[in-house]
């Protein structure tokens, strides 16, 4: 069975705090991983990771892919209260039907993550 | 600039009705979802489908049933609902091997 696992399921920080999040995967036929913010309504794109070592950088915020541990990280530096959200790791693998090769989207349990002032 | 669009934002069911949730995107995706969120939780999976006429089933499929009659619409149907159902249903849509572009989300409570 495929397994994301997303870790810690909560975090509270004050302002300024770097945060690291986790996620591990056990999957079959891994293409990519992709790590998602979610506020009050749909979670929105932040990077997508397919390849080891890479990392992907947005502002504050940086990611980073394993694929020998089958692990990838999410960094934000000098949190803001607006950092506030739940992050959601996907992992998108292939699945075969009928002959051919589909992509699903797979996601962990998700980080709440708590910004105080 | 839709995107994905979903309907109703909202809906109160009672036990044993039944309703299909709408979900429509205009970007030519053909790579469709429904997801279901639970409070505090993450996104899990009930259907996907890769093109018009092609659906499969993801993690919690049971009590749903779709259809992909178009590339650009995928309704989830609802039949019997039950309290078990209650959550927030996200519909997305991606092309191909790339990340998911979501809807606002339907807020569906049972009673």
């Known amino acids: 069975e495929d397994k994301v696992v997303q870790s810690p399921l909560s975090l509270v920080v004050h302002e300024g705090d770097t945060v690291t999040l986790n996620c591990s995967y056990e999957v079959t036929n891994f293409r990519s991983l992709l790590w998602y913010k979610q506020e009050k309504k749909a979670p929105t794109f932040l990077f997508m990771l397919?390849?080891?070592?890479i990392e992907k950088k947005s502002g504050r915020l940086s990611s980073i892919l394993d694929k020998k541990e089958l692990f990838s990280i999410l960094n934000i530096t000098a949190t803001q209260t607006g950092d506030s959200a739940i992050y959601l790791c996907?992992?998108?693998?292939?699945?075969?039907?009928?002959?051919?090769?589909?992509?699903?989207?797979?996601f962990g349990q998700g980080t709440i993550l708590t910004v105080h002032p | 600039n839709a995107g994905v669009t979903q309907t109703p934002k909202f809906r109160i069911l009672k036990i044993g009705q039944s309703m299909t949730l709408q979900c429509t995107q205009d970007?030519?995706?053909?790579?469709m979802y429904w997801y279901r969120q639970d409070p505090g939780m993450g996104l899990k999976l009930i259907y996907y489908s890769v093109g018009a006429g092609i659906t499969d089933k993801g993690e919690v499929p049971n009590g749903y049933n779709v259809s992909r009659s178009t590339t650009e619409d995928f309704p989830l149907r609802l039949e019997l609902a039950a309290p078990s159902q209650t959550s927030v249903y996200f519909c997305?849509?991606?092309?191909?091997?790339?990340?998911?572009?979501f809807g606002q989300g339907t807020r569906l409570t049972v009673v």
């Open positions: 970007m030519n995706h053909n790579y």
């Open positions: 397919t390849s080891s070592g």
């Open positions: 996907a992992v998108l693998l292939l699945t075969n039907a009928g002959g051919t090769s589909y992509g699903k989207l797979t």
């Open positions: 997305a849509s991606s092309y191909r091997n790339t990340e998911a572009f």
